[in-house]
């Protein structure tokens, strides 16, 4: 009994001692191809390999340089980690079928980019086009509209060293994949973003043939340190007190979203402005309705966007309502002549008035072709050109002056159809 409690132990002792060679060379293998394949343009270096039993393999003291850019990262340890064993040792056969893995993660601790170095400076130097998403960063700074390397070195930032990680959990029979990015930078903040997506596909090759569904998205800063600085800094800089900036930025921040055709609500920026106090936690969530066209929203009224993308803004824990918003013409006249409004009524009110009566929405594959308004069973309201009726579906072709988006609504969803005549 005792010989063979022995040779179990042995055998055992043999195949750990197997396995982690076997990764030992498997992940050695794959970065002399990597870094061959890559020496043209960068040199890739790394001081030991890791591995785990509970499904880890990862690298140390990894280094990555660019000579064209004269710059390099620099990560302590770089890891992917998988649920177990075994999806470790998939992981190469799922890349081999063109398959995604069912889970992946890949966690990178202690990434560090020199502030005064050129990655930063194509990062944060390079000239922004302005969008929504470069309103959040627009700042009142004099002459400065968006921080850049020098502002962060007068910042006293010298390198950012940001602990990240990145993982997804895709489930084919749903088919559908979590995704969720986070990153923690010292002296800044911790940022998360997360992805819900529907009518995933396993095989990348298909995605563009057929692009998932966004049916969540979620994003969330905390600890903002990096806000308090800039208020710090840009405040000295125009001499203003702290409170003063603050309601300077809160203005800078309205004139920013309506350059963009946005104009919030009062409660909207009063929200912002009791952030910019105390930034300690951002969090906004959207849940956009199965097959809304993101590129068409301006031709919808405002709480019909509101209705298609049920938004929620979180201000340090405090949910802000009520959330709204009206369409902005940043090319529009501030005063309109009284004279132009008088022709301007007169016309409305010669103007016939749409006609709408309500149609069976089995009867909809008839109606191609007209402007249909829907109303789902959740009041959610729509309107559209119809352009067919398929698969379950139905198709719009929303115009808006000369330009147009397309969408389409399952049957399921829809409570009734109304049309124009």
């Known amino acids: 009994m005792a010989k063979i409690l022995k ?126 998403f470069t309103a959040w960063s627009e700042v009142n700074c004099g002459k400065v509209r968006f921080i850049g390397t020098t502002e962060l070195l007068d910042m006293d930032y010298r390198t950012f060293e940001t602990d990240a990680e990145i993982s997804y959990l895709f489930s084919p029979g749903q088919k559908t994949l979590q995704l969720s990015m986070t990153s923690d930078t010292r002296d800044m903040a911790e940022l998360k973003v997360s992805l819900a ?119 340090n824990g405090e949910a802000v309502t009520p959330l709204g918003f009206a369409w902005f013409d940043p090319n529009a006249l501030k005063q309109t002549l009284d004279n132009d409004r008088v022709v301007a009524e007169r016309v409305e009110s010669n103007a016939p008035t749409p006609q709408y009566d309500f149609v069976d929405v089995a009867s909809l594959p008839k109606y191609a072709g007209k402007r249909l308004q829907f109303i789902t069973h959740d009041g959610t309201y729509y309107q559209g050109v119809l352009h067919k009726v398929e698969n379950g579906k139905v198709f719009l072709s929303v115009q808006f002056g000369v330009g147009s988006a397309e969408m389409f609504l399952r049957l399921d969803k829809i409570d009734k159809v109304r049309v124009m005549f």
């Open 7 to 132: 040779w179990g132990l042995l055998s055992a002792l043999a195949i750990a001692v197997l396995i982690k060679l076997s990764l030992w060379l498997s992940v050695r293998s794959i970065m002399n191809d990597a870094i061959a394949q890559l020496s043209p343009i960068m040199d890739i270096s790394y001081g030991g390999i890791t591995s785990s039993f509970d499904g880890r393999v990862g690298l140390e003291k990894l280094t990555v340089r660019v000579p064209a850019m004269r710059d390099s990262v620099r990560v302590e340890h770089a890891q992917l980690k998988f649920n177990g064993l075994g999806e470790l040792l998939r992981f190469k056969e799922s890349l081999a079928e063109g398959k995604f893995p069912e889970q992946l993660a890949l966690n990178l601790k202690g990434l560090a980019l020199d502030v005064h170095g050129p990655f930063m400076q194509q990062l944060y130097d390079a000239p922004a086009e302005r969008s929504l």
């Open 197 to 315: 997506l529907a009518n995933m596909s396993d095989k990348p090759g298909d995605l563009r043939a057929h692009p998932p569904q966004l049916s969540l998205v979620t994003v969330e800063v905390n600890d903002n340190q990096y806000q308090r600085k800039v208020q710090e800094y840009c405040a000295g800089k125009l001499s203003m007190t702290t409170e003063a900036y603050q309601q300077a930025a809160v203005e800078q921040f309205d004139k920013a979203m309506r350059s963009q055709r946005v104009a919030l609500d009062a409660s909207v920026l009063e929200a912002y402005g009791r952030y910019l106090k105390d930034p300690q936690s951002l969090r906004l969530e959207l849940s956009p309705n199965e097959g809304i066209s993101w590129e068409g929203l301006q031709f919808f009224e405002p709480k019909d966007v509101l209705g298609m993308l049920h938004p929620a803004l979180l201000i």
